[in-house]
């Protein structure tokens, strides 16, 4: 891509992103430059390695996606009827902390972690006995790229079986995992996981309870999975991904559009 063209890319991100969203899919691209210094012999570590895919057409009353994915991102937005679907939304970096150098402590996936720990920490032993469902951590996210993932094994602690506090922290760490989503997305999304019984969500754990020790917990709600994992590299290395059981891809949008199409119909008579 030439100049102009890289600069409506970011562009495009910007407008289907939160400020945070955007800064943190920069700062995961340039890390690029930090890995090709620790992997020299890695030849596609640049921050440009990165693609953008359409599908459809884009336009206000047409049905259309687009994907950016590359190292450690993989976003998809799928718009059907001026509705928005941005699940699956992937992220990762490493080192998850830099350690030397002019950028030691850098951290560009901060909250995701530091909200898990003091979640699990400030459970008390018997709530910590339901919460810990392995005392290993997973060597990566559960999910990996499925293209169609369902619920997982409920484990973990209810949300029902909380304190008041403690609801809010698991409040906040959801909140976090959606906070590269533009506010009007992210704000319709918890309305509907706290319609949906805050309380049947699930909270579990694997591994460490702290910094340095593999880790790994996912948060399970009636159509929604969010999974941490900082395991390889010493437990220096981040995965964390958002899916939706029925609408990743925009699936559901999809299956309303069709159900309620009067061309649809039409065309199956």
């Known amino acids: 891509?030439?100049?102009?063209?890289?600069?409506?890319?970011?562009?495009?991100?910007?407008?289907?992103?939160s400020d945070k969203g955007f800064s943190r899919t920069q700062d995961i691209m340039n890390n690029e430059y930090y890995l090709k210094e620790l992997?020299?012999?890695?030849i596609h570590r640049i921050p440009e390695n990165y693609f953008i895919a359409f599908y459809g057409t884009p336009a206000k009353d047409s049905i259309w996606g687009w994907k950016f994915s590359g190292h450690h991102i993989a976003l998809n937005f799928t718009v059907v009827d001026n509705q928005l679907a941005s699940t699956p939304i992937f992220y990762g970096v490493?080192?998850?902390?830099?350690k030397e150098g002019k950028n030691k402590g850098r951290r560009i996936i901060k909250d995701e972690e530091d909200l898990g720990f003091e979640l699990?920490?400030?459970?008390?032993?018997?709530?910590?006995?339901?919460?810990?469902?392995?005392?290993k951590s997973f060597n990566d996210i559960v999910t990996t790229n499925a293209i169609q993932v369902g619920p997982l094994d409920p484990v973990g602690i209810l949300a029902k079986d909380l304190t008041y506090?403690?609801?809010?922290?698991?409040n906040k760490l959801i909140a976090s995992h959606l906070s590269s989503m533009p506010s009007e997305i992210a704000e319709m999304r918890m309305k509907r996981i706290v319609s949906e019984d805050f309380n049947k969500i699930r909270f579990g754990w694997a591994g460490g309870l702290m910094a340095g020790i593999p880790h790994y917990y996912r948060i399970q709600g009636r159509t929604f999975l969010?999974?941490?994992?900082?395991t390889t590299h010493h437990a220096n290395h981040i995965h964390i991904v958002w899916r939706d059981f029925n609408g990743d891809f925009g699936v559901d949008l999809l299956k309303e559009h069709y159900k309620?199409?009067?061309?649809h119909h039409k065309n199956r008579h």
Request: aromatic letters at 8%; glycine letters at 2%; charged letters at 20%.
């Open 39 to 42: 992997e020299p012999n890695m």
């Open 165 to 170: 506090q403690q609801k809010s922290v698991l």
């Open 226 to 230: 969010v999974e941490f994992d900082n």
């Open 260 to 263: 309620n199409s009067t061309h």
């Open 120 to 135: 699990i920490n400030m459970l008390t032993a018997e709530q910590q006995s339901k919460a810990i469902f392995q005392s």
């Open 94 to 98: 490493y080192p998850a902390e830099i």
């Open 1 to 17: 891509m030439d100049g102009a063209q890289k600069n409506t890319v970011d562009e495009l991100l910007k407008s289907f992103l």
